[in-house]
């Protein structure tokens, strides 16, 4: 089992940025990658962005240039730094690991929320 704990979101106002947070516990050995989905009212969950242990990362197209996914991994953790926000960033999002790079894994954290005013 893998246990995903998220932090850093918040109400931030367009343009502005944010930083969240994932640390990981448990079977960790088990994780090759980690990523964040974002769930806005009404609508499916998404891929925000997601990185491998390698080091490789795939975005979604509405955050390139403005998202930076990173990871710690002495910490066990990983980052996403979010820069030139938009009203349309706002959804809960939740922080993502499993065994294969590419895909979404089995575990997930609580979510956390962030909003965006204009």
């Known amino acids: 089992q893998v246990q995903l704990v998220e932090s850093g979101g918040g109400l931030v106002q367009a343009g502005g940025s944010l930083r969240l947070s994932c640390a990981a516990s448990g079977s960790i050995f088990s994780i090759n990658a980690m990523g964040w989905y974002r769930q806005a009212l009404g609508k499916q969950r998404e891929l925000v962005a997601q990185i491998s242990s390698g080091g490789s990362t795939r975005y979604a197209d509405s955050v390139k240039g403005r998202f930076t996914i990173s990871r710690d991994r002495t910490k066990n953790t990983v980052y996403l730094q979010m820069n030139s926000l938009k009203p349309e960033d706002t959804a809960v999002y939740y922080c993502?690991?499993?065994?294969?790079?590419?895909?979404?894994?089995?575990?997930w954290g609580q979510g956390t929320q962030v909003t965006v005013s204009s």
């Open positions: 993502n690991s499993g065994p294969v790079f590419g895909v979404a894994g089995g575990y």
